[in-house]
C-alpha cells in the first residue's frame, strides 16, 4: 500500500447539514497520499449516512462510529488511534479547507522537520463576513523561522497572539504517540491538548496564508447558552491539571516559563468564573449559598459536614456556591467542582486586628460582591455554619429575602466548660468574673443570633435540640432535629489484605493497633488518651497508638516521653488513607471531653472498628449509651485516666470474644438506620421546606 502521509480526524456528531460541504472539501485535496478518519459519534440524524455514502465511492474515506455517543474528545482520540498517516490533520465535521491546505501543511512539516506546523483559521459567519484568527506572525518573523515548542509557548504568549484550537495545524504523529498527547472533556478539549504538545514540541514552524474555514453556528456546542456551566467546570479542570503539570515538571522548566505556564492557568480560572457568571445571571433554578470559614473546624466536623450536605441538593435543580470566608491566601480564589461553585475571600491586611467595624466592612464587601452575581428574581436559600456571620445571615434575609438555615456545629461556651451545661446555667444565673461575663455575653450573641437571623436552626444531636429548645429558647417551629448523615464507603477486606496494609505502614503483625482521628486539642482528649496509652504498654507491650490528624503535636509529643517508639504521629490523614488505617486497626478510640455529635465514632463504627469512647454528649447518643462501644468516664480534674486505660485494655483483649463480630455488625448496621445520607437528605429537605 502506497505510504499515507497525511491522516486527516474529522470528529463528527449530528452534522447531517454540513457533512457532505466538510467530505467534499477533504476528497479535493491536491495531496494523494492522505486519508479521512471519520469517526462518528453515535449521531441521531443522517449524519452517518452521509458518510457512508461518499465512503462507497472512495476507499480514502474510513468510517468508524462510537458505540454510544461519548463527546468529542473520546472521538478525536478515537481517530488518533485509527490513524495512518505520518502526520495528523484535525477538521471539525461542519469546517471546511481549501484544496491545497493538507499538502501546504505537510511540505512544510517535511521542509522544516516540525513537530507541530500550525496556521491560523478563519471565521465564518452566517452573514458572508470572516475573520482570521491566530494568525503569529509577531512571534514567527519569517516563514522559515522555526522555534522550540517550549520557547513558542513563551512568545505566543507574550505577544497575545497564542490561540489554542488544534484545526489548523498539522502533527508529527509519532510525536503525538510518544508523549500520549490527547484530548478530554467535552468542552475546551483544545484547551488541555495544545499547552502539552508545545512543551514537548523539539520544533515549530509556521504556515501563512487563509486555508482553514471554520463555521460559527449559533446552535453549535460554543455558542450554547445551556452549557455555560458545563464550560466553566471544564476550564476549571484544565486550569488546575496544568497547574498541577507546572508543579511536577518545575525542575526541567526555566522559571520564565512556570509562570508563563501559571498564568495561563490562572487565566483558564478566570475565564470559568466568567462563564460560571454569565450561567448563574441567567438561571432560573434555585440558589444555594453554603457559608463556611477557613479554620480546624473547616477541615474535620465542619467541612465533612459540607461535603455531605452537598450531596441532598441535585444539580439539576440547584445552583450551590459554597462560600470561605477568612480563608488563606492574598485574592479572591474561584473554583468548581461536580458542579458547585467555591468563591474563597481572605482578609485584607492583618487577620490578628480584624474585628468589630472592618469586620463589618469585610461581610458587606463579601455580600455585595455575591449579590451582584446572582442575578434577580431568584428563590435564595442561605446555609450558615458559624453564629458569629449574624451580618451575612441579616444582609441575605432583607436584601435577597433568603430562606435563611442554620446548623449548630458547636456552640462556643462549650469549649470553655467542656461541653458542661450545668455550669454554664450557673454562669448565667450568676456571672462572677470577667470570664464568666464573657462566656455570658457569647451565650446571648449566639441566642440573639439564632432568634433574629435565622428561619431555620439545625440541631445535629438530640441533646442539642433539646438544649436549644430549653436553654436557648428556640421556638419549636423553628427548631429541627437533623443528625449527620455518614456516607457508606465501607469496603471489607481480608485478613490477608490488611496484613498487607499493615506491612504497608510498617506496622507490625502482632502489634496492637490503637487508632485516633481527629484533632490533637484540648477538648479531643488527646493528651489524656497520650497518658492512659502509656499505662495500657505496662500491661500490653506490643500495643501502637496511631493519632491521625493535626493540631498540638509539641504537647502530645511531650506527654509521649520516654514511649516514642509506640506512638505514631500522621498528621491530616485523606479519607482513602484513614480508612485503610480503620481496616487494620484493633480498636478506635474517641476521648472527646465533649462531642456535639461523634462523627468518628460514628464513622468507625460504620467501618466495623471497636470502638472505645467517652461518656458524654455526642458519643453517647452516637452509642446508643454503651450499647455499640465500651464507655468510660473520666473524673472531673482529668487527671485520672485509669478509666480510659482499663476501657482500651478490656477492648484490645476481646479478641476471643464470640460477640465481637456480631457486636461490629450491629454497630454497623445502627449507623446505616440512623444516619444514612439518604436519610440526611430526607430530614433536611424536610428542614429546608421542600
Not at 250 to 276: F, K, P
Not at 601 to 607: F, G, K, Q, R, V
Not at 610 to 615: E, K, N, S
Amino acid at each position: 500500500m502506497e505510504e499515507i502521509k497525511v491522516s486527516i480526524l474529522v470528529p463528527a456528531y449530528n452534522v447531517e447539514t454540513y457533512a457532505e460541504e466538510c467530505l467534499r472539501s477533504l476528497l479535493a485535496q491536491t495531496l494523494q497520499e492522505m486519508e479521512i478518519v471519520w469517526v462518528d459519534d453515535c449521531s441521531t440524524d443522517n449524519t452517518h449516512e452521509v458518510a457512508a455514502r461518499f465512503a462507497a465511492s472512495d476507499a480514502r474515506l474510513r468510517l468508524f462510529r462510537l458505540p454510544a455517543h461519548q463527546g468529542v474528545s473520546a472521538a478525536r482520540n478515537a481517530c488518533l488511534m485509527e490513524a495512518r498517516g505520518s502526520y495528523v490533520t484535525f477538521v471539525d465535521s461542519d469546517d471546511t479547507i481549501s484544496p491545497e491546505a493538507v499538502e501546504r501543511l505537510w511540505r512544510k512539516a517535511v521542509a522544516s522537520n516540525a513537530d507541530i506546523v500550525t496556521g491560523s483559521v478563519l471565521y465564518c459567519y452566517a452573514d458572508g463576513t470572516q475573520t482570521r484568527v491566530g494568525d503569529k506572525q509577531a512571534v514567527f518573523g519569517t516563514e522559515e523561522t522555526v522555534w522550540g515548542g517550549q520557547t513558542c509557548f513563551r512568545l505566543l504568549q507574550e505577544c497575545g497572539c497564542y490561540v489554542p484550537m488544534v484545526c489548523g495545524n498539522l502533527y508529527r504523529t509519532a510525536f503525538v504517540r510518544e508523549y500520549g498527547l490527547h484530548f478530554e472533556g467535552n468542552y475546551h478539549e483544545d484547551e488541555y491538548f495544545t499547552p502539552y504538545a508545545l512543551y514537548h514540541a523539539r520544533r515549530v514552524a509556521e504556515l501563512r496564508g487563509d486555508f482553514y474555514y471554520y463555521r460559527q453556528r449559533e446552535n453549535s456546542i460554543m455558542h450554547r447558552p445551556d452549557n455555560l456551566k458545563e464550560r466553566a467546570e471544564a476550564l476549571q479542570d484544565i486550569g488546575r491539571k496544568l497547574k498541577q503539570f507546572a508543579a511536577d515538571h518545575a525542575n526541567r522548566m526555566d522559571s520564565l516559563l512556570r509562570t508563563m505556564y501559571e498564568a495561563y492557568a490562572e487565566g483558564l480560572r478566570r475565564r470559568s468564573q466568567n462563564l460560571y457568571e454569565a450561567w448563574l445571571q441567567a438561571s432560573r433554578r434555585k440558589c444555594l449559598l453554603i457559608f463556611t470559614e477557613e479554620s480546624i473546624a473547616s477541615r474535620y466536623g465542619v467541612g465533612t459536614y459540607i461535603r455531605q450536605l452537598l450531596l441532598c441538593f441535585e444539580p439539576e435543580e440547584w445552583d450551590v456556591l459554597v462560600v470561605t470566608l477568612r480563608a488563606h491566601g492574598k485574592d479572591m480564589d474561584f473554583s468548581m467542582e461536580n458542579g458547585t461553585a467555591y468563591y474563597a475571600f481572605p482578609l485584607p491586611g492583618d487577620a490578628s486586628a480584624f474585628f468589630g467595624h472592618k469586620e463589618e466592612i469585610y461581610e458587606k464587601s463579601v455580600f455585595y460582591y455575591l449579590a451582584v452575581r446572582l442575578g434577580e428574581g431568584k428563590e435564595v436559600y442561605c446555609h450558615l455554619n458559624y453564629s458569629h456571620h449574624r451580618l451575612l445571615a441579616k444582609m441575605c434575609r432583607e436584601r435577597l429575602q433568603a430562606f435563611t438555615v442554620f446548623t449548630l456545629h458547636y456552640t462556643d461556651w462549650s469549649f470553655d466548660l467542656l461541653g458542661d451545661r450545668a455550669w454554664l446555667e450557673r454562669i448565667l444565673a450568676h456571672p462572677a468574673g470577667a470570664k464568666d461575663k464573657r462566656i455570658k455575653n457569647v451565650f446571648e450573641q449566639e441566642r440573639k443570633f439564632m432568634a433574629e437571623c435565622c428561619d431555620r436552626v439545625i440541631a445535629i444531636a438530640r441533646h442539642s435540640y433539646i438544649m436549644l429548645k430549653d436553654l436557648y429558647g428556640i421556638p419549636e417551629e423553628k427548631l429541627v432535629y437533623v443528625p449527620n448523615g455518614l456516607q457508606d464507603e465501607y469496603k471489607e477486606r481480608t485478613a490477608e489484605e490488611c496484613r498487607l496494609l499493615r506491612r504497608k505502614y510498617g506496622v507490625g503483625e502482632e502489634e496492637k493497633l490503637i487508632l485516633f482521628a481527629g484533632r490533637l486539642d484540648l477538648i479531643k482528649g488527646a493528651k489524656e488518651l497520650v497518658k492512659a496509652f502509656k499505662d495500657v504498654l505496662a500491661a500490653c507491650p506490643d500495643a501502637r497508638l496511631v493519632l491521625a490528624g493535626s493540631g498540638n503535636f509539641q504537647d502530645c509529643m511531650a506527654t509521649v516521653d520516654p514511649c516514642w517508639r509506640h506512638v505514631t504521629f500522621t498528621g491530616f490523614l485523606n479519607k482513602e488513607k484513614l480508612y485503610e488505617w480503620y481496616a487494620m486497626a484493633d480498636v478506635g478510640v474517641a476521648p472527646s471531653l465533649h462531642e456535639e455529635f461523634g462523627y468518628v465514632a460514628a464513622e468507625m463504627l460504620l467501618h466495623k472498628l471497636p470502638v472505645v469512647a467517652h461518656d458524654t454528649t455526642g458519643l453517647r447518643e452516637i452509642t446508643d449509651g454503651g450499647r455499640y462501644a465500651r464507655l468510660f468516664r473520666f473524673p472531673e480534674d482529668r487527671r485520672e485516666v485509669s478509666p480510659l486505660k482499663d476501657a482500651l485494655l478490656a477492648a484490645l483483649t476481646e479478641d476471643d470474644n464470640p460477640q465481637k463480630n456480631q457486636l461490629k455488625a450491629e454497630g454497623r448496621k445502627r449507623i446505616l438506620e440512623h444516619y444514612s445520607i439518604p436519610l440526611f437528605r430526607e430530614r433536611l429537605r424536610k428542614a429546608y421546606g421542600i
